[in-house]
C-alpha cells in the first residue's frame, strides 16, 4: 500500500512535464494565432479584394460590350459608373432584408 506521503513526493515531478508541455503547446498556440490575425490576414484580405476586383471589371466588361460599349471609351465609363450603383443599390437591400426591414 502507498502511503500519502510518498504519493505527494512523486506527484509533482510526474505532472511537471505534462504542465510544462501544456505550457509550451499553449504558447505555441497562441503565437499561431497572433502570426495569423496580424502577419497572414492582411495578405489574404489584399487577395480577395484583389480578386473581387477582377471579377467585377470582368462583369463589366462582359456587361457593357454587349451593349456595344466598348472598354476605354466614355460609354463603357458610363456604363461601369451606372453598374455600380446597381451594385451598391443590391448590397443596400441584401443589408435591409438581413435585417428584416423588407
Known amino acids: 500500500m502507498v502511503d500519502a506521503a ?16 501544456s505550457f509550451v503547446s499553449f504558447a505555441a498556440l497562441i503565437a499561431f494565432g497572433f502570426w495569423a490575425a496580424l502577419i497572414e490576414a492582411p495578405a489574404v484580405r489584399a487577395t480577395a479584394q484583389e480578386r473581387h476586383d477582377r471579377e467585377i471589371l470582368a462583369e463589366n466588361l462582359g456587361f457593357c460590350e454587349k451593349f456595344g460599349m466598348h472598354s476605354g471609351t466614355s460609354e463603357f465609363q458610363a456604363c461601369a459608373r451606372e453598374l455600380a450603383i446597381v451594385r451598391k443599390r443590391q448590397v443596400s437591400r441584401d443589408h435591409a432584408d438581413e435585417l428584416g426591414l423588407l
Open 6 to 21: 510518498s504519493l505527494a513526493a512523486r506527484t509533482p515531478a510526474r505532472y511537471q512535464l505534462f504542465y510544462l508541455v
